[in-house]
């Protein structure tokens, strides 16, 4: 069982969160302002013989007090014993695209997921699929990977293909440098298919004060969030590397890691959005093209203490037939790039407990918001191995 109690200010409401040049989807966005246990897991896992291994997440979202939803994070069976190096999975599970994404938010070193997650993977892919991996019998290491999803999660929707509507290719190239340094270089590529893919985009006021003709919001409307449906071929191309440092391999005193992913997308489809008030809809054409970064240090100068700095940015080049509709959407970035810079601090009492402080100057936005973050993690039970 995994706790991941936090405490979370911003100076923006959450539900007025955008990133211009972006929609957001999926579990994308900020969190809860004030205290919240939205990060609570069960984990269930066992060898089930000596051919397979199987798992099982349950993620609990406390809605405000009132209900406790219970979601199927991951329930997968994997295979272990596969000749020549292969290894198959099919359930539930987080894609291998990147580095971060398979990875659950208790192993993350920050509190928060990176500006290019949030704003191009809905924070994280997983849906229900099937994988086969294959690592090569070399010296170096080599791992080549295909994933097929139903695509019914962000960036995709719909269960397009007749259900199969991600997927994914990946290679991993990995070895060590001496005794004190290791490293990981990955390159992804990810197809999804999306029909009527909800997001949020842009606000709804004018910002001359005046009425939008072309769309029908104005001053009155207030300003709201609005949302949208894509309808398209959204492709992702993910280049990640890590490199860690340790004295002689041996972490227990001083480590340090370094950590950056590169994001290209490219959006070819159909944006809608929504009028609320006036009852009807608009649409355009999308042509869009989208990238991010993220480079992120971490460094434990002393045992169980550790200091990390992260940068994020982000850039868009959405055309398409309609320029308001893109507008509302929240597509038209006018040359803004997003950016966030982040600090933290945590002690780690064992990896079973961990204690953190973090703070985020956040221009996702023009407008500066400044974030703090308070998290304590707690893991009670048997705990596997984290992946490198």
Known sequence: LF????????????????IPGFTIGGEGGLGSQGFSTAGTELNLNST??????????????????????????????????????????????????????NKHPH??????APLVYTAMLGQQLFDDGARLSWVAPTDLFIEFGS????????????????????KSLFVNFGGDVGGSHSW??????????????QGNGGHSHDDDGG????????????????????TGDNDITIIDFVWKWAPNGNPDINYAIFQAEYFY???????????????HDHSSTLDGTQQGFYVQGLYQFIPRWRVGARYDLLWSDNTGSNEHVLEKAGLESDGFKPT??????????????????????DRSTPELDNQVFFQVLMNFGAHGAHQY
């Open 3 to 18: 706790l991941d109690l936090k405490m979370e200010h911003y100076q923006i409401e959450p539900e007025d969160y955008t």
């Open 48 to 101: 089930i013989n000596d051919q397979f291994f199987g798992n099982v997440t349950l993620a609990l979202h406390d809605h405000g007090g009132e209900s406790v939803e219970v979601d199927l994070e991951e329930a997968y069976v994997e295979t272990t014993s596969l000749p020549y190096g292969f290894t198959a999975i099919g359930g539930r599970f987080f894609s291998d695209i990147g580095y971060l994404n």
């Open 107 to 112: 192993v993350w070193d920050f509190a928060d």
């Open 147 to 166: 994933e097929v999803f139903r695509g019914s999660s962000y960036p995709a929707s719909g269960d397009a293909d007749g259900g199969f509507g991600t």
């Open 184 to 197: 990981l270089l990955g390159i992804s590529q990810l197809w999804a298919d999306a029909i009527d893919r």
């Open 211 to 230: 009425h939008d003709h072309a769309t029908g919001f104005e001053e009155g409307h207030g300003d709201e969030v609005v949302p949208s449906e894509f």
């Open 265 to 279: 997308g490219i959006q070819d489809g159909d944006i809608t959005i929504f009028n609320e008030e006036h009852g």
């Open 340 to 361: 966030r810079w982040s600090g933290m601090l945590d002690y780690s009492y064992t990896e079973n407990s961990i204690f953190r402080v973090q703070y985020n100057a």
